[in-house]
């Protein structure tokens, strides 16, 4: 169904839009980003610099492009789908030749008055063009092998340029996030299978492949995997942050040590205590109670995503909808498995409570449009 | 394009149905990491929170003060002083160097101290407070105080280090601390976390080593909070642990100075004072002897070995550890185990041409015209030797032996000093097991004069003339109290010789000072109610007899006094060794004279204690003595 069959007359126009606007989802994206203000005063000793308060700019940047974004409606966001596509995948070539060395990788372009991660940009611009690909395509084509090739190229294309970043964790979110739209969009299910089948393949081609000439990844990538498969052996080195990060988080026990009370950040045991390990964090301040609030927090987040999809009629909006909150999804589960010692450490921030400008911005830019698709979704007959 | 809406119904189902599972497969993930929380922050927790402490909490030792030591009178002996240090910390200093050398034009400052420093400096983390220099004096102290606001990272600082007010005094009793090392800490069995600490002192030698345990109390502690670079947050609790027992020694300080002011003038010398009633060990004297406080800061390499190369050993310990033929003084043993086997009686008399014949060999008497017709009273006065090899041949060395032991010869006595000697009190077994030699006539005949195998240390000499003059099995005590308890006396119960025998020695010794023809008439003591009994005795260090001004230092005789006072009512022996001294009479009966005059005064002892004869020449000698300005006669602190 695309928006000519729209009976247009049924969706809200003008200033009234706000009012149809989804907003529970954006009353749990305050409250996740306000426990993020008070982690990030909390890891800053106690004071809103150097991290809380540009965060909080930053946040309210989001909203009102969130806001912006949401006003527009979404069949004009469907017809420019293919250009954010070209543009992210034009930034990702820039950032391969002009792009500033931050930890080791290529991920930063300087705009002047902010540092862009067209990464960041790529894992929504990647979402749209597949979304809009399938609301394009006749649905019986959906598992045509032919068909099932194009949105695999798309999805290959800026993969392959951010793990020349070398950047894992992006890659490997942008990897599942096309995959979990190609999901929904009704590809088959045995070529799900095959992807997972080739997928362990690939994984025992990656650690045969170690120490010889065409290894596949990179020797600080294969030590995460080691620190990440046993962090005692090397509690000092390349194990130190997963062990200091299990500490603190264990630590926390029930109810915490209580706000601004975490020794192990305090002190200083913990690495990127602002940035990828603020869960820690807040789970050695506020314990099982406060970490588990904040995960049903996330929860409820992907929860209303996916109501509002489930019942939007339009196909474009829905596949947005429920890719943009795969997305999330994916940044706190992989997040949090990663600190909790459940997956390797990759550097994927916990959404919007990670100190962090590109990320939030990005991910407030989805929800941007998943509002949009909710706002201008089809109603009555 | 246009879709059939039959098309876009079932397209729409596909969505929701797929948009379903996908929730439920994230519920399922989200659960799984739900689960992995409860399981870290609930059920390991306690682990994890151990971990976490483990993490940020330290523990750090604080040494606790050291015992004291005192001597009889309270006077201290070894004390904690305190230790004025300048120390840096580089991230306050900012430019180190410039520092440095601001605090170089105030105070002086040693350029290996501050190369060590500067190094030192560089390797700690910027926080950690190095030491620049220690053992300053108040005033430049003052100095670095004043001047702070220009010496930024910069403290003064104090902390406690062992000192020796008497310093030489009690070298050898009291020994000396320093940083325990390596060595030490594979020879002692002790996991006392204090040794741990770099630098920190432990007792090396004396009653510093022997009591170490009690005089270093029990480490205290601080628990702080670290951060990951190790910086100290805040101290989170204080104990401050026990102070070490203080001990207290039954030597007298006045005496000690004495005694040891007195050696001096016998170039290598020792002396033991003892109490014959209770056993105390009123001054263990070595000449020459050496500042501990040296050892305490670290003695350089020039400064030991002028020790070390030093021929008079100023490092030993000879009154416990120097084991020397006794000489003449061993004849009381001899006469003894006589009179105890009952094969001598007083009135028997031996004569003595100047020489005893056994098979060929002839045994000479010191005396080469001989001493006539001698009885028992008489071979004491005079030391005749002939008398004792007749005395050795009737009565066996084995005899000998067993008495000489009673009398605590041979014996290794336990008494918290560094290498305290057995000495030697040979019979026919030991020269067996030793030597693998059967005893011959001989050797008894040597060993009655003390010569020979025999070996005693001045501390058993000590106590064997307390033994005599008490009666009783006396055992010398050093220690008189540790933390306020008070030491038991041992051996007060009787020797088992009979009165008898015991009086016919002591009249003897009381001859050899008191009577004009003896040995020590010259060292007598005057006044009647202190008079001294005692027996000289020369041991020689070679074979042939040659006069001793004409030989080296090393060859000539080792003088020996033994002796006790008041005769009546005896309270106090000693015992003199003067290596290579020459004669006895000569070399040692009037050091130990001036020293029993002065443990009997209780101070410098008046002109009267002496023969008239002889007290021009002692107000001169006394009078020369390098004693220490606070115990010199004006000062009337202590005993007296």
Redesign the interface.
């Known amino acids: 169904?695309?928006y000519l069959e729209y009976n247009v007359k049924t969706v809200p126009t003008g200033p009234s839009k706000i009012l149809y606007l989804n907003w529970p989802l954006l009353l749990l994206l305050v409250t996740v980003a306000s426990v993020g203000f008070l982690m990030l005063y909390s890891v800053a000793g106690g004071s809103l610099q150097p991290w809380a308060e540009p965060q909080m700019k930053r946040f309210a940047l989001g909203v009102f492009a969130m806001f912006v974004i949401a006003m527009v409606p979404i069949w004009f966001w469907r017809n420019m789908a293919g250009l954010a596509y070209g543009v992210s995948l034009a930034l990702l070539l820039a950032v391969e030749f002009f792009g500033e060395t931050g930890m080791g990788a290529q991920r930063w372009i300087n705009l002047g008055f902010m540092r862009l991660q067209p990464s960041e940009l790529t894992k929504i611009t990647l979402i749209m063009i597949l979304a809009a690909y399938y609301d394009w395509l006749?649905?019986?084509k959906t598992s045509r092998p032919l068909w099932v090739i194009i949105p695999l190229i798309l999805i290959a294309l800026p993969t392959y340029l951010v793990l020349r970043q070398p950047d894992l964790g992006t890659s490997i979110l942008l990897v599942t996030g096309g995959g979990?739209v190609m999901?929904?969009?009704?590809v088959s299910w045995w070529y799900f299978i095959a992807v997972i089948g080739a997928g362990v393949g690939t994984v025992a081609a990656v650690f045969s492949s170690r120490g010889t000439d065409w290894q596949l990844l990179k020797d600080y990538q294969y030590r995460r995997i080691d620190t990440f498969l046993d962090p005692s052996t090397d509690p000092l080195g390349a194990g130190y942050h997963i062990t200091?990060s299990?500490?603190?988080?264990?630590?926390?026990?029930?109810t915490g040590r209580g706000f601004m009370q975490g020794?192990?950040s305090?002190?200083?045991?913990l690495p990127e205590k602002h940035t990828d390990f603020i869960f820690t964090t807040l789970?050695e301040e506020f314990?099982?109670v406060g970490?588990?609030s904040l995960?049903s927090l996330?929860?409820l987040v992907?929860?209303f995503c996916?109501v509002s999809?489930?019942r939007n009629?339009d196909?474009f909006g829905?596949?947005l909808t429920?890719g943009v909150g795969?997305t999330f999804?994916l940044f706190f589960?992989v997040n949090?498995?990663m600190v909790?010692g459940?997956a390797p450490v990759v550097g994927v921030p916990l959404p919007l409570v990670s100190y962090g400008g590109s990320a939030m911005l990005v991910l407030m830019v989805g929800f941007g449009l998943a509002q949009s698709a909710h706002v201008h979704r089809p109603r009555g007959r | 394009?246009k879709?059939s809406p039959r098309?876009?119904e079932?397209?729409?189902k596909?969505?929701?149905r797929?948009?379903?599972v996908?929730?439920g497969l994230?519920?399922g993930?989200?659960g799984?990491?739900?689960w992995?929380?409860?399981q870290?922050?609930?059920e390991?927790?306690d682990?994890?929170?151990l971990?976490?402490e483990e993490?940020?909490i330290n523990m750090r030792l604080i040494a606790p003060a050291r015992g004291l030591i005192f001597d009889r009178n309270g006077i201290p002996l070894a004390e904690n002083a305190q230790n004025y240090r300048v120390v840096i910390v580089r991230e306050d200093a900012g430019d180190v160097d410039a520092v440095i050398a601001k605090l170089q034009q105030l105070i002086y400052l040693d350029p290996v101290e501050i190369e060590r420093a500067r190094k030192e400096i560089m390797r700690r983390s910027p926080f950690v407070p190095v030491t620049l220099t220690d053992q300053r004096s108040w005033e430049d102290i003052a100095t670095v105080a004043v001047n702070a606001p220009a010496l930024p990272g910069i403290t003064p600082d104090v902390g406690l280090t062992r000192n020796y007010p008497l310093q030489e005094d009690y070298a050898h009793v009291v020994g000396y601390v320093g940083p325990v090392s390596d060595y030490d800490l594979s020879r002692i069995d002790d996991d006392d976390p204090l040794l741990q600490i770099p630098k920190f002192q432990i007792g090396k030698t004396g009653v510093e080593q022997k009591y170490e345990r009690d005089l270093r109390g029990k480490a205290g502690a601080r628990r702080i909070?670290?951060?990951?670079?190790g910086r100290v947050?805040r101290e989170l609790g204080r104990d401050e642990g026990i102070s070490g027992a203080d001990i207290q020694l039954t030597v007298e300080s006045r005496l000690q100075n004495f005694v040891e002011a007195r050696l001096a003038l016998g170039l290598s010398a020792s002396a033991v004072v003892m109490d014959t009633r209770n056993g105390d060990l009123l001054a263990v004297g070595n000449a020459p002897s050496f500042d501990p406080n040296k050892f305490v800061r670290g003695i350089s390499v020039s400064d030991y070995g002028d020790l070390t190369n030093n021929k008079y050993r100023p490092l030993s310990n000879k009154a416990v550890q120097g084991a020397y033929p006794p000489g003449s003084t061993f004849k009381m043993m001899v006469t003894m185990a006589a009179l105890d086997a009952g094969m001598l009686s007083a009135g028997e008399t031996f004569y003595c041409g100047g020489y005893h014949e056994l098979g060929n060999r002839r045994f000479h008497c010191w005396k080469r015209g001989g001493h006539g017709w001698v009885d028992l009273d008489k071979s004491l006065q005079q030391s005749c030797d002939v008398y004792y090899y007749e005395l050795a041949q009737r009565v066996g060395i084995d005899k000998i032996a067993e008495t000489a032991r009673r009398f605590g010869l041979g014996e290794r006595f336990d008494l918290p000093m560094s290498a305290v000697s057995p000495g030697v009190m040979p019979d026919k077994q030991w020269l067996r097991e030793r030597y693998d030699q059967s005893w011959r006539v001989g050797d008894s005949l040597n060993a009655s004069i003390g010569q020979g195998y025999v070996l005693s240390t001045p501390l058993q000499l000590a106590v064997m003339t307390a033994r005599l003059a008490s009666g009783t099995k006396i055992e010398p005590r050093l220690v008189k109290s540790i933390d306020g308890v008070e030491q038991e006396v041992r051996g007060a119960e009787p020797l088992g010789f009979a009165t008898e025998h015991l009086r016919l020695v002591r009249n003897g010794m009381n001859s050899v000072t008191n009577s004009r023809r003896g040995t020590a008439y010259g060292s007598r003591i005057e006044p009647d109610n202190m008079r001294m009994a005692g027996k000289t005795g020369t041991s020689q260090v070679r074979s042939v007899v040659v006069r001793n001004q004409d030989v080296p230092w090393e060859e000539r005789d080792h003088a020996l006094f033994v002796g006790y006072a008041p005769v009546d009512n005896p309270g106090l022996a000693v015992s003199v060794v003067v290596e290579h001294g020459g004669g006895g009479s000569s070399a040692a009966a009037p050091i130990a004279r001036d020293i029993m005059l002065f443990a009997l005064y209780g101070e410098m002892p008046p002109l009267e204690g002496y023969p008239s004869s002889q007290r021009g020449r002692m107000e001169t000698l006394l009078s020369e003595l390098p004693l220490r300005d606070d115990f010199r006669p004006s000062d009337r602190r202590g005993r007296a």
Request: aromatic share 10%.
């Open positions: 169904m695309s006749d649905i019986r979990i999901f929904l969009a009704g200091q299990k500490i603190a988080l264990g630590s926390g026990g029930w020794t192990q305090r002190l200083n045991f789970a314990g099982f970490a588990f995960l996330y929860v992907v929860f996916v999809a489930i009629r196909r829905s596949l429920l795969a999804f589960a949090m498995a909790m459940l | 394009m879709r098309d876009t079932s397209s729409m596909k969505v929701t797929r948009g379903a996908l929730g994230q519920l993930v989200a799984l990491l739900g992995r929380m409860r870290m922050q609930v390991q927790a682990a994890f929170r971990l976490a993490n940020r909070e670290v951060n990951a670079a947050m």
